[in-house]
């Protein structure tokens, strides 16, 4: 008896942080440096979601006709197949959300 009050009450926890961290998810993603940092945080890389510096790059920005976000070059990672270097990001809103994602470098 003790041990299922134990365990409903452990899934009730449980819960209760998967929901504040989709909450903070949600709220990251209303701002383009935001929806950089959980894009970089879904990458695996939460240290450097932390610590990198996101900026709007004018230059980048009009080329592709897109909103281009740059971390530094130390900050940079590989992406998941080591192609490339993931240092740019392009911008899309969907609602009020802004989801970030690679911006692949032209061979």
Do not use: W
């Not at 209760?16 to 950089?36: A, E, M, N, Q």
């Not at 890389?45 to 897109?66: E, G, L, N």
């Not at 900050?75 to 959300?97: C, L, P």
């Amino acid at each position: 008896m003790k041990l299922n009050k134990f365990l409903i009450k452990s899934f009730k926890m449980l819960g209760v942080v998967v929901l504040l961290c989709f909450i903070t998810v949600l709220l990251l993603s209303l701002s383009p440096k935001g929806s950089v940092r959980v894009r970089i945080l879904f990458d695996g890389h939460p240290v450097t979601a932390i610590r990198s510096d996101p900026r709007y790059t004018k230059v980048q920005s009009r080329a592709p006709h897109q909103t281009v976000y740059t971390i530094p070059y130390k900050d940079g990672y590989d992406s998941s197949d080591e192609s490339y270097m993931v240092t740019q990001f392009k911008i899309r809103q969907v609602s009020v959300f802004k989801i970030a994602n690679h911006l692949v470098p032209r061979m």
